[in-house]
């Protein structure tokens, strides 16, 4: 059975930090894309960064390249979102994700199949 677990969200003041997790289960790592997506309330979910757990290859959505960072550790099936200067516009629920290594660079949400069942992100002003 695939399962991805995130864990990490809470509150926290702008210019503040968060790391995300996403533990993956039941299904070759290496063979995926993970991808973090985000959805605030009113507003369509939508991709922020992803990676490929073959090559490393990582991608983000302009509205947080430079601020966020993903990573990997194969060894223990899981990524991580590192988020730095966060602001109140950031504040969503945030979803892990796997899909096929050809929707890594797009990340569109359709693209992915398996999802976590996300976690809360406020970022107060």
């Known amino acids: 059975e695939v399962q991805l677990v995130e864990s990490g969200g809470g509150l926290v003041q702008a210019g503040g930090s968060l790391r995300l997790s996403c533990a993956a289960s039941?299904?070759?790592?290496?063979?995926?894309?993970i991808g973090w997506f985000r959805q605030a309330p009113g507003k369509e979910r939508e991709g922020i960064s992803c990676?490929?757990?073959?090559?490393?290859?990582?991608y983000y959505a302009d509205s947080v390249k430079g601020r966020f960072t993903i990573s990997s550790d194969n060894a223990k099936n899981t990524v991580y979102l590192q988020m730095n200067s966060l602001k109140p516009e950031d504040t969503a629920v945030y979803y892990c994700a796997a899909g096929p290594l050809v929707a890594a660079q797009a990340m569109g949400v359709a693209d992915f199949g398996s999802w976590g069942q996300g976690t809360q992100v406020t970022v107060s002003s």
């Open positions: 039941g299904f070759t790592f290496d063979d995926y894309a």
């Open positions: 990676i490929s757990s073959s090559d490393g290859s990582t």
